[in-house]
Nanobody, 126 residues
Framework: QVQLVESGGGLVQAGGSLRLSCAASGRTFSRYVMGWFRQAPGKEREIVAAISWNGGSTYYADSVKGRFTISRDNAKNTVYLQMNSLKPEDTAVYYC???????????????????WGQGTQVTVSS
C-alpha cells in the first residue's frame, strides 16, 4: 500500500509562485515514477508533470513547460512541483500519483497510475 499526501496549495495572484509537496509512505517510494495531475471544474484530469525514479527523466505538459519544475527527494519520500508564473488557467485541484509499474518511463494517462493523493486546491486570481 502507498499513501500520498499533498500540501502547499492555496490562493495566489497571477504571476506568483507556489510549491506543492507530496509525501509518500508505505511501499518503497524511490523505485517508481511519480506524477502530478490537475483537474479543473468540468474538465478531465490531465497530466502536468512526471518524473522517473531517480529524476533522470521528466515529462511536462506543453501548457506548463518553462514555468513548472518537478523534482523528488527519495531520502524524504517526497516529490515536489514548483510552479512559477502562475496563470488563472492553472486553477485546479492538483493531485500527485504513483505508477508502481514503472521506474523510468513517464506515462501521461491517469489510468496508468496506481496510487493517488487526496488533492490540493490551487487558485490563481487575475
Amino acid at each position: 500500500q502507498v499513501q500520498l499526501v499533498e500540501s502547499g496549495g492555496g490562493l495566489v495572484q497571477a504571476g506568483g509562485s507556489l510549491r506543492l509537496s507530496c509525501a509518500a509512505s508505505g511501499r518503497t517510494f524511490s523505485r517508481y515514477v511519480m506524477g502530478w495531475f490537475r483537474q479543473a471544474p468540468g474538465k478531465e484530469r490531465e497530466i502536468v508533470a512526471a518524473i522517473s525514479w531517480n529524476g533522470g527523466s521528466t515529462y511536462y505538459a506543453d501548457s506548463v513547460k518553462g514555468r513548472f519544475t518537478i523534482s523528488r527527494d527519495n531520502a524524504k519520500n517526497t516529490v515536489y512541483l514548483q510552479m512559477n508564473s502562475l496563470k488563472p488557467e492553472d486553477t485546479a485541484v492538483y493531485y500527485c500519483a504513483g505508477d508502481t509499474k514503472s521506474t523510468w518511463y513517464t506515462k501521461v494517462a491517469p489510468g496508468e497510475y496506481d496510487y493517488w493523493g487526496q488533492g490540493t486546491q490551487v487558485t490563481v486570481s487575475s
